[in-house]
């Protein structure tokens, strides 16, 4: 935008501010469009400053490609991994604006999944005003439709900022599964457009697991546990959760090794293919990354397991015993959340989709089970 002022005020003095090129010509971030009630809209590249994205520790600033891993660690991984890397779970646009209106317009990368996973959650689009603040507000999510779910089709919406016009903060939660091809926020012409605000935890929480992890099957992006308890203490995100392919690689504990973190929660149980693989691969994950980094807090996290079924406690106690070594040996930074107790009060039946993913009800039984030690975790800092 200074750009633009400045060239229009050198025009101005030329007196030839009429033949001045349209501002998208000026700036590429930027361009106009209208509203089909006619409204004019600015809409902006969310790639480009002041916007700020989330989630994706290792993209290179300037790319327009949201993955969740680097190309060189996607290398040795499975390419079930690499596939599931471009899902956006845990991916956030963060801006203010004093804008009374605000547009997102997006493309999906791929198309959506089918089963138990509702289409709000693997591919909506949510955003917030005031995220991590008393004054928190949720709008209703994005839905996308065909042909908008098959990646064919832009999606887009409008939403009203309440009250009167001021400057508030603007979150975007993306899909945690589809994925996002491009897109675009669009604000009212006029309007002020700043970097958000710091959060009040700066570096991220990082999660490690199973579909679960990702957010398979919360009903929007916002109420995958995650980021329930990323909400809760205002701090960014990262989500490795993989769907079906948390086997505990030793590549990616080495790669979240060298991360900056506030918080680690490695909820790696489900993919583990039996009780074996799980304690040859747990505690190995485990020490790679306490080896790293020994002041970074570390929270292990059971699956929510149905405590009748055969191996649940053999599983859980194969975490435990990660948990109860690292104390053994002086760690202080390590807590254990068991996961069998997370629909302790709440009938199973209620809580799942399918007796093994949680519902948005789950979710947030696990998210209350977990946010006092995270807060405890962070607090130890």
């Not at 390590?334 to 989709?353: C, E, I, M, N, S």
Request: glycine share 8%.
């Amino acid at each position: 935008m200074k750009r633009f002022f400045a060239l229009a005020a050198a025009l101005l003095a030329a007196g030839s501010l009429a033949a001045a090129p349209a501002l998208e010509q000026l700036d590429p971030n930027f361009r106009s469009a209208s509203l089909p009630s006619g409204e004019k809209i600015d809409y902006y590249d969310v790639f480009a400053a002041p916007f700020e994205i989330t989630g994706f520790p290792w993209r290179q600033p300037g790319t327009k490609v949201l993955y969740r891993l680097s190309d060189e660690l996607a290398k040795g991984l499975r390419p079930a991994v690499r596939h599931l890397a471009h899902c956006t779970s845990g991916g956030t646009v963060r801006f203010a604006t004093d804008s009374p209106r605000i547009v997102v317009r997006a493309l999906l990368k791929h198309p959506m999944v089918g089963g138990n996973f509702s289409p709000a959650g693997g591919a909506g689009i949510e955003l917030a005003v005031n995220c991590g603040t008393p004054e928190e507000y949720l709008y209703p999510v994005m839905i996308p439709k065909r042909p908008q779910l098959e990646g064919k089709a832009p999606v887009e919406r409008s939403f009203s900022a309440p009250g009167p016009k001021r400057m508030r903060q603007f979150t975007l939660f993306l899909p945690l599964y589809c994925g996002i091809a491009e897109l675009e926020i669009g604000l009212a012409p006029g309007s002020r457009v700043e970097a958000p605000a710091p959060q009040k935890v700066r570096d991220p929480v990082c999660f490690y697991g199973s579909s679960i992890t990702q957010g398979g099957c919360a009903s929007h992006p916002a109420n995958n546990y995650t980021t329930m308890l990323c909400r809760a203490v205002d701090a960014p995100q990262i989500n490795l959760g993989f769907s079906g392919n948390a086997w505990g690689d030793e590549e990616l504990a080495k790669a979240i090794a060298g991360l900056k973190l506030s918080a680690f929660v490695l909820d790696y149980d489900h993919n583990a293919k039996n009780v074996k693989h799980l304690a040859e691969t747990h505690e190995k994950f485990f020490r790679i990354i306490r080896e790293a980094q020994p002041e970074l807090p570390i929270i292990l996290v059971s699956g929510p397991r149905d405590p009748r079924s055969a191996n649940s406690a053999a599983r859980r106690d194969v975490i435990k015993a990660t948990y109860d070594k690292a104390v053994a040996a002086g760690d202080k930074k390590v807590w254990f959340v068991d996961g069998l107790t997370f629909f302790d009060q709440v009938p199973r039946k209620y809580a799942t989709v399918d007796h093994v993913h949680p519902n948005d009800l789950g979710f947030y039984e696990m998210f209350r089970k977990i946010l006092p030690v995270l807060k405890q975790a962070l607090d130890q800092q």
